[in-house]
Every structure is written in structure tokens, then in C-alpha cells.
């Protein structure tokens, strides 16, 4: 643990090679990240978590493309939620598990991922999402 001088707090100090990304289950979710999946509808079929010392401390949650636009397209994939526990905030695990949600959306090949939250703007404008009217938007490109 690290105290933070300036506001009193205590944080826990990580690097992403304290942590992992798995598969994860809404029933196994700390108490607040599970009150916030559960209001989430439809219920998403993506749920990651990020474990540290088997302890859960991050998620997040996507839903995969459903339908299909006039055109073909399908529709974008959209996060649902991105949490990490307060301990755990300002170590790159929230920034990790957008990261991992974008790859996992790129592997099942989407091309867009819709971000339908209110913000923090600097975090997700600072993960090279932009901001649009109803949360955030990231366009994937072929290489």
C-alpha cells in the first residue's frame, strides 16, 4: 500500500505484470462492480475481469454486435461498464481492460466499439476514443 500525502488516501501500487485479464462471472463480482453489471440491459455477453493474487479488482463488460444494419454492417460492439476497485485506481488496469476490450472486439471483428458512458472524458479521450453525443466512439482499421 501507498498513502497519498495530498488527499489521505490509500492505493494499492501495481505494474500489469501484477495482474491478469480472465473470463469472467457476474456471480464471482466484488459487491459494486456486481450491483453495476446487474442494472446493465440487456445483460451483456462479455464479462472480463482483472485478477490480482486471485482477488478480482477490475472489469468490464461488452456486448457483441446483435443485428445487422440496412446496409449489412453490424451494429458496433458497446461497453457496457468499465470498474476498478478504488485500492486499485491509477495503475493502468482500467486503461489495460479497454485496451483488452478493443482487441477482443477486433478479434470477433468488429469495426467499432460505442462507449455509451458519461466519461471520465480525460481517460477515454486519452485512450484515443472520441467523444460523441451519448459517451465515446473508437473506429478499428485493417492495417
Known sequence: MVDNQSTGSKFMAL???DYEVFRGDPAALPAEMAEVF???QPTPD???VAKFQQQVIGCYAMHSPQSSHADGKLTPFELG???????YQRNGVGRWLVGHAIGVAESKGGRDLR???PGPVKFF????LRQVPGGFHYAMYPE
Not at 461498464?81 to 485500492?87: E, G, S, Y
Not at 479521450?125 to 484515443?128: T, V, Y
Open 15 to 17: 505494474s500489469q505484470r
Open 38 to 40: 446487474g442494472t446493465i
Open 46 to 48: 462479455v464479462l472480463r
Open 81 to 87: 461498464m468499465v470498474m476498478v476497485l478504488d485500492a
Open 125 to 128: 479521450e486519452g485512450l484515443g
Open 115 to 117: 462507449v455509451p458512458l
